[in-house]
Nanobody, 123 residues
Framework: VQLQASGGGLVQAGGSLRLSCAAS????????AGWFRQAPGKEREFVAA????????TYANSVKGRFTTSRDNAKITAFLQMDNLKPEDTAVYYCAASPFAGAIVDGYRYDYWGQGTQVTVSS
């Protein structure tokens, strides 16, 4: 599976961005799609995931209620809608694909990663 993330940019606090993760190669529909982010000087952290088996979504507490992850009907693209953005959301965002079902929050359980897209939120 090859993943291409896009949609990052510069936005003011309170604004919104929508990230996309386009997949190609093996059937993306049988992979859990995850989103992670890494801010300068910090560890990579889990943001959100959508289970391929039942569409169940999992979110980090820091983004719950503000971010929404989804995937299209053909399951070849995943999305991360980010609303009410805060300066602390500033990071490089990565999409990833895991062959495991369930609430996959650990990065090591993801086999494929996109190249990352920068999100910058100004105060």
């Amino acid at each position: 599976v090859q993943l291409q993330a896009s949609g990052g940019g510069l936005v003011q606090a309170g604004g919104s961005l929508r990230l996309s993760c386009a997949a190609s190669g093996r059937a993306f529909s049988v992979y859990t799609a995850g989103w992670f982010r890494q801010a300068p000087g910090k560890e990579r952290e889990f943001v959100a995931a959508i289970n391929y088996r039942d569409g169940r979504r999992t979110y980090a507490n820091s983004v719950k209620g503000r971010f929404t992850t989804s995937r299209d009907n053909a399951k070849i693209t995943a999305f991360l809608q980010m609303d009410n953005l805060k300066p602390e959301d500033t990071a490089v965002y990565y999409c990833a694909a895991s062959p495991f079902a369930g609430a996959i929050v650990d990065g090591y359980r993801y086999d494929y990663w996109g190249q990352g897209t920068q999100v910058t939120v100004s105060s």
